[in-house]
């Protein structure tokens, strides 16, 4: 009933002057990944700012770039290959901050299947999330030149669900994981680390920006918005911080908003601790070189690019420098 | 603003002339039935391209019919490979292992009453089930590729069509069954020449049923793993690119491909049950 | 008491085969682990082992049992670890496709029936509606109607819950609404009946029958749609956002769990609809 009159609420002064209400649409399900805003909202940052902040979790069906587009979201937490993706296919998003620092991604493979180094990838297979998630795995491939088209010499690419079976079940030699999340539930499962080879986007120099604060660019023109966008930055990242300071809290106050009730205590405490490691050494500002870098890889693509044309105005730090300065 | 009153005008006159074939002696013919609900269509899709153009709908959002038709020109090679994976590897061998373990079985328990009392309850309950919730676990089982979408589509369409057969076979009347005793005829041949025509209609409304659920197992199962083609595949990664020109592309392959489906086995319906009486015209 | 007894074997049944699957299937898993750790294990020990995974590939049933019990009755059911309080929200969800089908399908089926016009144009794409995988366009309907300002996740659910629940209720009502024989109208018309006192006095209460015998199809794929429509589409709460919360965090026992908890929905929706429908059927003097 709250939800439904929020929701009408929002609705209501959704296009009025009121610009103190902000929706943000998460990447995915409520976890520790998102801890920092669930702790600014617990711990009344957001509240302090002025702002009245809805979260909206996300799903596997649920396009974050596709939510703010229909505007169902004021910003939204997308991860960058996506996001400059998107402003190609004629969503002009912005980056307006950058919580996390590092890349999370990986490759986990068993031992047994033989690989060692990227070149032993050949004639494996290989499971990839997609939904935008692709994009940092494919630039990758294109760099170290294997197709992923199945042509033999290449690597057989399998969309893997969203857990670590294909890997348990031995469907696949490797698979996506982020050091917060799946790499523990193959270790939950039962195989020991020195079963296991890992490689990391981040040591590959194949990393791109995760989890960071996208708005769209004509609403950024806007004065009263972008106050208020300075509020939000400015309020998250406080949460943030508290997060990475007080870990257990943080994954108790996700475990709070988790709707589901399926979700582990076990599981989110050891999340936010792994997520502490890739806020570390942000301030929510974007790091400009880390994004050229992102750009750099995901033009690299290639026959098959992810993005055709470096980006610009793909990220501002008009945001980041007021909520910062103060 | 005049792309929309101009697809609100052509609507109007589809709807006028539609309602003038509807009464005039055309609507007896097979040609007329054949144009009134196409020009209704047609009508849809003019309205809906109007409604796009004339509001500026985002192309992220809605994209405009013509926008589809020519993505759908475009990436004839693309969508043929997602048909064949997901229509003719997971949903049809799924269909035809599913039925044919049905009728196996419906024949199997067919002599013991005792079986039939215990298995036709249990049966129905099951075909009421949200059956697409086992999808994951069966991915989990079979593997990514199309085996583990025959396997929800087997699941998926197995007790449906088994509860419409063992309805099915208990159809024929007393009479007609005592009238083949009195012939001498054994078990075999009255299953054969007497209670599975009988049961026909049955089965066939059973088949009907269990086509759609096929399309529609297939592309979930999709959802939880997959090799990077399929037509499950291609709407959950192509909603994630924004490419929803591809997206509604592939939906337009599913309905055509779910509706050749079930016309396909309405045809062989109306062959194999033709002195019916719901088949006389 | 004879009816019980069959149903029981089957299901006795059911479940020696599934221990046996159980094991067969679990086994791999305990010999693959003995080879890493460079053990053996007998097979008394493997059995054992099988029955208490904590992330079973097929989980035996009392394992399933224990979690449909701790989900049920382990704490409050207004609490989010309720598996009651997200079958209610499924159930919500079921009851307000179900409401919204119902309604689309009757009126639908009377414009069918009364507008020559209609049924030629619009009855053959309800078949063709039918055949399009309703999964495909879930993320569809969320963005549509963000756009339109729904900005919560009950009506999409709904939507697609009515997108499946409409076409056996309009099936039947197109039935009902026509059977009235050519002989029965022609005595509404020698009363001087109008057109809308036939619809009331004649057509509508010849099709209650067929329009009862359609609910229960109607409601079990009601719950379909509304299962579906929380499973893929971010809807953070029901029984199938529970099913991809424990996909995800690979629970297999949570998704069990979820799974026969919409099966005893199912089953107690269905009995309710079959007991309304004997009551009308009763009202309205149908003997049985």
């Known amino acids: 009933m709250k939800r439904l009159l929020t929701a009408a609420f929002l609705a209501a002064v959704g296009t009025g002057a009121q610009a103190e209400d902000v929706t943000l649409q998460l990447k995915w399900v409520t976890q520790a990944q998102f801890a920092g805003y669930y702790v600014a ?73 033989g690989i060692t180094t990227p070149a032993d990838f050949a004639d494996k297979t290989l499971g990839v999330w997609f939904f935008g998630n692709e994009y940092p795995f494919l630039s990758w491939m294109s760099q170290l030149g294997l ?60 990393a791109t920006l995760e989890d ?63 997520i502490a490691k890739l806020t570390a050494g942000s301030n929510g500002a974007l790091d400009v070189a880390a994004a050229e870098r992102t750009v750099a890889s995901l033009l690299a693509g290639g026959s098959d690019p992810v993005i055709t044309k470096a980006p610009e105005g793909a990220w501002t730090s008009m945001i980041t420098d007021k909520a910062l300065a103060n | 603003m005049s792309a929309l009153w101009l697809a609100v005008g052509f609507w109007l006159a589809a709807w006028a002339l539609n309602v003038l074939l509807a009464g005039s002696f055309l609507a007896r013919t097979r040609a007329g039935r054949a144009l009134v609900p196409l020009l209704f269509g047609v009508a849809v899709l003019v309205l809906w391209e109007g409604l ?81 919730g086992l999808a994951p676990i069966l991915v989990m089982w ?115 491909a779910g509706s050749v489906f079930y016309g396909l086995i309405t045809l062989i319906e109306r062959w194999v049950t033709f002195w019916h009486p719901s088949q006389r015209h | 008491m004879s009816r019980a007894l069959p149903v029981l074997t089957v299901l006795a049944g059911i479940v020696v085969l599934w221990y046996a699957a159980a094991v067969w299937m679990n086994a791999t898993w305990v010999y693959d682990q003995a080879e890493r750790a460079g053990t053996s294990v007998a097979f008394r020990d493997m059995v054992a082992e099988t029955m208490t995974q904590e992330r079973p590939l097929l989980p035996p049933p009392h394992q399933v049992g224990a979690e449909l019990w701790k989900g049920l009755f382990g704490q409050a059911v207004t609490s989010k670890r309720s598996l009651v309080y997200h079958a209610f929200v499924t159930f919500k969800g079921t009851m307000m496709g179900f409401g919204l089908g119902i309604a689309f399908g009757v009126l639908l089926a009377m414009a069918i029936v009364r507008f020559r016009a209609v049924d030629m144009s619009v009855m053959p794409w309800a078949v063709i509606s039918q055949t399009i995988p309703i999964v495909a366009l879930a993320p569809m309907i969320i963005v549509v109607s963000s756009q339109l300002g729904l900005t919560g996740r009950d009506v999409p659910k709904a939507i697609i819950a009515a997108y499946l629940s409409f076409f056996p209720v309009l099936v039947s009502m197109v039935k009902g609404l026509r059977s009235p024989d050519q002989m029965q109208l022609d005595l509404l018309k020698t009363y001087g009946a109008g057109e809308w006192a036939t619809f009331l ?10 329009f009862f015998a359609s609910l229960k199809v109607a409601v079990a794929a009601s719950l379909v749609g509304t299962i579906v429509g929380e499973l893929p589409t971010g809807a953070i709460e029901g029984l199938g956002a529970r099913m991809l919360i424990g996909s995800q965090f690979g629970e297999p026992l949570i998704m069990w769990a979820a799974l026969f908890a919409a099966a005893i929905l199912a089953g107690l929706l269905i009995l309710v609809v079959g007991f309304v429908e004997r009551l009308a059927r009763r009202r309205m003097g149908v003997p049985g």
């Open chain 2, 52 to 132: 796009v153009r004339g509001l500026n709908v985002a192309p992220v959002i809605l994209p405009a019919p013509s926008v589809i038709a020519a993505k759908i020109g475009a990436e004839l090679p693309v969508l043929w490979q997602d048909f064949a994976q997901t229509i003719l590897k997971g949903a049809i061998p799924g269909f035809v292992i599913g039925a044919g373990a049905a009728f196996v079985t419906a024949i199997a328990i067919d002599r013991s009453p005792f079986l039939q009392r215990g298995l036709l309850p249990i049966g129905n309950f099951v075909a009421a089930l949200p059956i697409v």
């Open chain 1, 147 to 206: 197709a992923t088209d199945g042509s033999a010499g290449g690597v057989t690419v399998l969309k893997q669900g969203f857990n670590v079976d294909p890997l348990l079940q031995k469907q696949a030699a490797c698979i996506s994981t982020m050091t917060y999340n799946e790499y523990w539930q193959v270790i939950d499962a039962g195989i020991t680390e020195d079963q296991l080879v890992t490689f990391k986007y981040e040591d590959q120099g194949v």
């Open chain 2, 142 to 256: 079979f593997g990514f590729d199309w085996q583990s979408k025959a396997a929800v589509v087997v699941v998926m369409v197995f007790f449906p069509i088994l509860v419409n057969i063992v309805a099915g076979l208990q159809s024929s009347e007393r009479m007609q069954r005592d009238l083949m005793a009195t012939w001498g005829a054994s078990y075999w041949q009255t299953l054969w020449k007497l209670r599975l025509p009988a049961a026909m209609p049955f089965i066939f409304n059973g088949l009907k049923i269990a086509s759609t659920l096929a399309l529609i197992g297939a592309i979930v199962a999709e959802f939880f793993g997959s090799p990077v083609y399929g037509m499950g595949f291609r709407i959950s990664t192509e909603v994630g690119r924004l490419g929803l020109d591809m997206v509604w592309a592939t939906i337009a392959v599913a309905a055509l």
């Open chain 1, 212 to 274: 960071g604060l996208y708005v769209l660019e004509d609403r950024l023109a806007d004065p009263a918005f972008q106050e208020t966008m300075v509020k939000f930055v400015r309020a998250s990242m406080k949460g943030w911080k508290y997060a990475e300071a007080n870990s257990d809290e943080a994954a108790m106050i996700v475990l709070e908003n988790d709707q589901t009730g399926a979700q582990t205590e076990n599981h989110q405490k050891r999340m936010m601790g792994e």
């Open chain 1, 41 to 113: 909202q617990a711990k009344g940052f957001y509240e302090e700012e002025g702002l009245n902040v809805t979260i909206l979790p996300g799903g596997p069906d649920i396009a974050p770039t596709q939510v703010i587009a229909g505007g169902g979201a004021d910003v939204i937490v997308e991860w960058m290959p996506a996001a400059l993706a998107a402003r190609e296919k004629g969503l002009p998003l912005v980056n307006i901050a950058q919580p996390f620092a590092s890349s999370g991604m990986m490759l986990t493979c068993l031992k047994e299947s």
């Open chain 3, 201 to 210: 006095k004649l057509r509508l209460p010849a099709s209650m029958p067929y």
